[in-house]
């Protein structure tokens, strides 16, 4: 048990629909990080949140953005779905002091 | 960037067994972390080890930081311990972008 919750747990979208997937932090962790990962893979590092602001990003295009509100909790949206966006999506959160990063259960993502 | 190589990317073990998985990473690290993905998808943090041993149970780990490798050793599998094991290193520019790299991961079969 991480502390970390991911929601929904499954989703199914079809091409060019948008989705937003939320997470919830553990207790006193200000930094969010999402991640990508296909079949088969490792995970792949989407963007990070420290502090409502987005300080960090991997090789993925504007139509993944993301949100950090107040209590931490944050939001993945992505627009224009694609089918190569089907995988599962991790969200990792760790306190400012450490850089330890703790994982949701994730939420997997089918697009049709 | 930063590569991460695990070996070996299968492992079938019999119930008892011991058994060592191998991470290199091409470039100086500020976090090394080991994690089980279980069939579900939970990522669960086995150590946080960016030099040094450390001992946890049946589980240890050790990261030679001059020579960029860390070892995951697992002594008297159990059924279990199947699933993913993961490798993941932050690089050392990254500041306070916690973002880690991954390797691809050794998938283990712990067969009764």
């Known amino acids: 048990e991480t502390g970390v919750t991911q929601s929904p747990t499954h989703l199914i979208k079809t091409r060019g629909q948008q989705v937003t997937l939320r997470c919830s932090s553990q207790?006193?962790?200000?930094?969010v990080s999402w991640y990508q990962q296909a079949l088969g893979q490792g995970p792949q590092f989407i963007f990070q949140y420290y502090r409502e602001e987005e300080n960090g990003r991997g090789n993925f295009p504007p139509r993944f953005s993301g949100l950090q509100f107040p209590n931490y909790s944050s939001e993945l949206n992505v627009n224009a779905l694609e089918l190569d966006d089907s995988a599962l999506y991790l969200c990792?959160?760790?306190?400012?002091?450490?850089?330890?990063?703790?994982f949701g259960a994730g939420t997997r993502l089918s697009v049709l | 960037g930063i590569q991460v190589e695990q070996s070996p990317p299968d492992l079938i073990l019999q119930e008892g067994a011991n058994s060592t998985l191998r991470c290199n990473f091409s470039d100086s690290v500020n976090n090394l972390q080991w994690f089980h993905q279980n069939p579900w998808g939970q990522l669960i943090n086995l150590f946080y080890?960016?030099?040094?041993?450390k001992q946890n149970g049946r589980l240890s780990a050790t990261t030679v930081a001059t020579e960029r490798y860390s070892l995951l050793y697992i002594s008297s599998s159990q059924t279990t311990d199947s699933g993913v094991y993961f490798c993941?290193?932050?690089?050392?520019?990254?500041?306070?972008?916690?973002?880690?790299?991954w390797g691809l991961g050794t998938s283990l079969a712990v067969n009764p």
């Open positions: 993941a290193v932050g690089p050392p520019d990254a500041g306070n972008n916690r973002k880690l790299i």
């Open positions: 990792a959160s760790s306190p400012g002091t450490s850089t330890i990063q703790y």
């Open positions: 207790s006193g962790h200000n930094t």
């Open positions: 080890i960016p030099s040094g041993t």
